[in-house]
Every structure is written in C-alpha cells, then in structure tokens.
C-alpha cells in the first residue's frame, strides 16, 4: 500500500502562484509514475502534470508553459509549480501514483486551489 498526503493548495488571486506538494509513503518503491489530477465540475478528473521515476514529465495543454511538474525521489515527494494561475484552474487537485506495473494507482485526498478574478 501507498500512502499520499498533499499540501500547498489556498487561495490566489488571478496572476499569482502556488506550490503543491505530495509526499508518499508505505511501498514506495513499488511506485514508477506519480502526478496530479483535478476534475472540473460535471466533467471527468483530468491529467495536469506527470512523472516518470525516470524524469519523463506530460502536461495538459491547458498547463502547459505555467505549471512545472517535479520529483525529488529522495524525498518521496511530488511537487507541482503552478504560475500565471488563471479562475479556471480553480479546482481540487489529487496526488496519484501508479505502480512499476501498472496495475495499481493510489490516490490522495485532494487540496483545493481557488483563483480568484
């Protein structure tokens, strides 16, 4: 099993910055990809930014350019750098981490970003 717990949501105004982090424990080595989710209203959740173990990083379109995905694997740690936030990234963002093997992703509870106009 694996452990996620997210930090780092709030709110911005329009323009401005967050930081979210994710920090996993229990079988961490079990885990290859780790990354972000959120899931906009009356839609499914959505890929913002993922990772690889190795590094390989992917990003929504919608991110692309103002949100940073990193990992410091040392630390177990996810970290998602969100600049130019806009309202509609205004979301509840979910850590995700899926197995070596794939079979397996884990979730954790969500933090909340707001943006306001």
Known sequence: QVQLVESG???VQAGGSLRLSCTASG???S???MGWYRQPPGKQRELVAAI???GTTDYADSVKGRFTISRDNAKNT???QMNSLKPEDTDVYYCNAVSVTGTRDYWGQGTQVTVSS
């Open 9 to 11: 949501g709030g709110l």
């Open 27 to 29: 079988n961490i080595f």
């Open 31 to 33: 885990i290859n990809v």
């Open 52 to 54: 690889t173990s190795g």
């Open 78 to 80: 996810v970290y998602l």
